[in-house]
C-alpha cells in the first residue's frame, strides 16, 4: 500500500507529465501552435510546483508570476490550463498554514497575477466588468477551497489526538488494575514467605550453619524480590517511567557485587572488572543493566563448567555502558541452546527476555559461542545527555 507521504510526492510530480500532454494537444497544423515562450513558461512552472512541499508561499508567488505572461499569451485548446498551477498552489498554501501572512501574501499574489493576465483582453464594454468577476472567480474558489482541506485536516488532527488521548487513559487503567493485582496477590504472598523463613531461621539458629546460611540467603533474595515488585508497582502506577527510579543509581553496583559474590559462592572463580562510575545512568537503562546482569549470571550458575573462570567486565564504552559475560560452556548447556549456534534447540526464555529489555532499551546484546566459551556481550546508551 503506498503512504500518504509517497501518494503526496506523486502529485507533485503529475504536473512534469501533464503540462507536455495539454500543450500537444493543443497543437493543431497551421496557425493553431503553442508558441516556444509559452512551452518553457509552462514547463519552468511545472518545475517550480514540484518544490511546494518545502517551499509553499516561494512557490505559490513564483507560480503566479509565471501566470501572467501564460495567461497573456493566446494559447489554444486545454494549454490554457497550465497558468492555473498558481490556483493549485494557492489552495497548497491556505490548507498548510494557519498563520494569517502567508495566506494573505498568496491570495493577493494570485489575486494580481489574475487581474494582470486578464485585464485588457476583452473587447466588448464590459471587459473590466468580466476582469473582476474572472478574478473573484479564479481566486475566491482556491481560497474557499483551501480553507475547506484546512479545517479537514484540522479536523482529522484533533480526531487523532483524541484517540491517543483514550488510548492512553486505557493503558493508564489497566496498569493501576495491573498495580492493584500485583499488590493483592504477588506482594502478600512474597511477604508471607519472607515473615516464613524468618521464622525458621530463628527456630533452627542452633542447628547446622550452612542451614542458617541458606535460609539467610533465601529470606535476602526474597526480601530483594519483594523491594524490586513495589518498585515495579509504583513504576506501574506512574506512566512516566523515565522518572521513576526502578533501581536507585547508588545501588546498581551494590547490586551487581551481590549477584557476583553469589556466583562464587556457588563454587566458581569470578574476575570481575567493575568499573565504579556508574552514575548518571536513566531508570531504564539501570534497571535493563541489572537485569541484564543478573540473568546472565543466572544462567552461569545453572548452565557453566565451574572448572572455568568466570570473566565479567562492566564499563562505559562508545558512549554507553558495556556488559561482557564469559563463561566455559558445558554439553547440558548447549543442550538447551544456551550455548551457541551448534544447536536447532531455541533459546530460553531467559535470553528472550534479555533481548527484549536490550531492545526496549535501545541497546544490543550477543549471545554465543565463543570456542569453548559462552558469551553474554550487551551494550545499553547512556541517555543522560539527551533532552527526556
Partial sequence: MIDIRARRQLLRWLPLVLVPVLLLASTY????????????????????????ARRPLAVSIVLSVLAVPMLRTPAWGVSGLVPYLGAVALVDVIARSHRQAPVWVATGAWAAAVVLGRVGLH???????????????YVGLPL???????????????????AA???ARTRIDERAALARELHDVV??????????????????????????????????????????????????????????????????????????????AAGFTVEAELE?????????????????????????????????????????????????VVSGATATALGHGIGGGATDTPPGHGIVGMRERADLAGGTL???????????????????????
Fill in 29 to 52: 497544423p497551421g496557425q493553431y501552435r503553442v508558441p516556444a515562450h509559452y512551452w518553457l513558461l509552462a514547463m519552468a512552472a511545472g518545475v517550480v510546483f514540484l518544490a511546494g
Fill in 123 to 137: 473587447d466588448t464594454s464590459i471587459g473590466r466588468a468580466s476582469t473582476v468577476v474572472e478574478a473573484a472567480a
Fill in 144 to 162: 474557499l477551497l483551501g480553507l475547506y482541506l484546512r479545517g479537514q485536516r484540522d479536523l482529522a488532527e484533533n480526531l487523532r489526538l483524541r
Fill in 165 to 167: 488521548d483514550a488510548e
Fill in 187 to 264: 506482594a502478600h504472598h512474597m511477604a508471607s514467605i519472607i515473615l516464613r523463613i524468618s521464622v525458621a531461621g530463628h527456630v533452627v539458629r542452633t542447628a547446622d550453619p550452612r542451614v542458617v546460611a541458606v535460609l539467610d540467603d533465601v529470606r535476602g533474595t526474597a526480601a530483594d524480590a519483594l523491594a524490586d515488585i513495589r518498585r515495579l508497582l509504583a513504576a506501574l502506577r506512574d506512566p512516566a517511567l523515565g522518572t521513576v527510579a526502578l533501581v536507585d543509581p547508588e545501588a546498581v553496583a551494590t547490586e551487581i557485587t551481590a549477584a557476583l559474590d553469589r556466583v562464587r
Fill in 276 to 324: 565504579p562510575d556508574l552514575d548518571g545512568l536513566d531508570a531504564i537503562t539501570r534497571l535493563t543493566l541489572l537485569r541484564l546482569v543478573q540473568e546472565s549470571l543466572t544462567n552461569v550458575m545453572k548452565h557453566a563448567d565451574q572448572a572455568v573462570p568466570v570473566r565479567f567486565r562492566l564499563g562505559r564504552r562508545d558512549s554507553g555502558i558495556g556488559v561482557d
Fill in 366 to 388: 550477543a549471545v554465543g559461542a565463543e570456542e569453548t566459551s559462552w558469551a553474554v556481550r550487551a551494550w545499553l546508551p547512556d541517555r543522560t545527555g539527551e533532552p527526556t
